[in-house]
């Protein structure tokens, strides 16, 4: 059975994590991902890693052909302009005062195809004082509240690791992107769609973007505060949730104080909430007895609890492996490794994930799918329009 988006063409200008990720889950789903990179490629190819290709491209940049084309040059311009003809979709993550002087915004190239679906992916959106200022995930982390929302309990602010508003702003981009050919596909027309980190950052905090006329700006928005939370054990840490009746009880009776069960003073979590510094000792105390696997196999499916792993540990874990989310890969340089399996199980279409490319590894390839010859090919070359 043919992958969901298969024979829908994506040109991906985006670099770093959001842009480049969200194309890639589009990848998954059967669409042909161009990535068209700038002559020295995409800046996350030059970050830190221990392997000779960057950890961050290789897993953010799958499933996509590489060509790289020089959007400066006039001859670079107008090869990309004939990709655009044939293509579906079109994203970019440029500042909004970008891509217009490039000659790429969506007015521009909507007049390349009609129908075209446009994202542009931008730091704080395309209006308002911040526009054109540079958006990163940290700092996207600490303008929200995220960073604030973190440091609760601690000394202050700390940014939370794993770039967690890039990946969720990268969902929010395919999203976008799936409805608006959805659109297409009802109406036959094109649109521009927008996402941003700010807009994401807000998104994933609605549990805590909100602010009744009765209260005050900095009112206690964090519903979260309760005895949850992450304990040291006899070896390892353990993290665990008992917030409803039928866990509390049980979590009461596996830790040795079964009288508290059913205790009018602890019989609600508002109660329970409220002597949380009570029950957190009690807590601590008791998973000092056995270890943090040890408990998670005890309380296994009584007690929403979990041992603390490492990222390495999901390679081999046999629920990771049983819901086939590590895939291996051979790459040119650095041999096999293994990676994360797609995002999203279709229940029908299944192609298998591809290695990210190296820079410039289509670029023959790409412009010869689109009507170029062998000459235009040579020609754009030699005047080095792409690479």
Same mark, same amino acid.
């Given at each position: 059975? *043919? ?8 040109? +991906? ?16 789903? @059967? ?20 392997? $000779? ?7 953010? =940049?799958? =499933? ?40 790429? /915004? ?8 009609? /129908? ?6 931008? @730091? ?23 960073? *604030? ?5 601690? /000394?202050?602010?700390?940014?939370? =690791? ?90 009461? $009776? ?10 009018? /003073?602890? +019989?609600?979590?508002? &109660? ?74 279709? @229940? ?15 670029? =023959? ?17 030699? &005047?080095?329009?792409?690479?």
């Amino acid at each position: 059975m *043919a992958d969901a988006l298969e024979g829908i063409v994506v040109l +991906d200008l985006t670099a770093y994590l959001a842009g480049p990720y969200g194309c890639a889950v589009l990848g998954d789903l @059967g669409a042909d991902v161009i990535k068209i990179e700038p002559p020295g490629g995409d800046a996350v190819r030059q970050y830190p890693s221990t392997l $000779e290709e960057c950890r961050a491209f290789l897993g953010t =940049n799958r =499933n996509k052909r590489s060509i790289v084309i020089d959007l400066k040059s006039a001859e670079g311009k107008a090869a990309f302009y004939r990709l655009v003809e044939k293509a579906d979709v079109v994203v970019q993550n440029f500042r909004p005062s970008v891509a217009p002087a490039l000659g790429i /915004d969506y007015e521009t190239l909507k007049a390349k195809r009609l /129908d075209l679906i446009y994202c542009s992916f931008t @730091g704080y959106g395309d209006t308002g004082p911040l526009k054109d200022h540079p958006g990163y995930d940290q700092m996207l982390q600490c303008f929200t509240g995220v960073a *604030a929302m973190q440091g609760i309990d601690t /000394d202050g602010p700390q940014i939370m =690791n794993g770039s967690i508003v890039d990946y969720y702003s990268a969902a929010m981009t395919t999203i976008a992107i799936l409805s608006a050919l959805v659109h297409r596909l009802r109406t036959g027309e094109g649109q521009h769609v927008k996402t941003s980190l700010l807009r994401s950052a807000i998104a994933m905090q609605a549990g805590q973007f909100i602010w009744a006329d009765t209260e005050p700006r900095d009112v206690s928005r964090w519903w979260g505060a309760s005895y949850s939370g992450i304990y040291p054990t006899k070896e390892g840490h353990l993290y665990l949730q008992a917030t409803t009746a039928a866990f509390w009880k049980a979590l009461c $009776e596996f830790l040795g104080f079964p009288h508290l069960a059913d205790h009018p /003073d602890y +019989d609600t979590l508002k &109660k329970r909430t409220a002597l949380k510094d009570q029950i957190r000792p009690m807590i601590r105390e008791a998973l000092m007895q056995r270890t943090a696997r040890e408990w998670e196999e005890l309380m296994m499916g009584k007690v929403p609890s979990i041992a603390v792993r490492s990222i390495g540990d999901m390679f081999d874990h046999p629920q990771v492996l049983a819901e086939e989310l590590v895939v291996e890969l051979d790459h040119p340089r650095i041999g096999k490794y293994r990676t994360a399996g797609k995002a999203v199980k279709m @229940g029908v279409g299944g192609s298998p994930i591809r290695r990210a490319p190296l820079l410039g590894e289509h670029t =023959n390839e790409i412009l010869a799918d689109f009507g170029f010859d062998v000459d235009e090919i040579t020609a754009l070359r030699a &005047k080095r329009a792409v690479a």
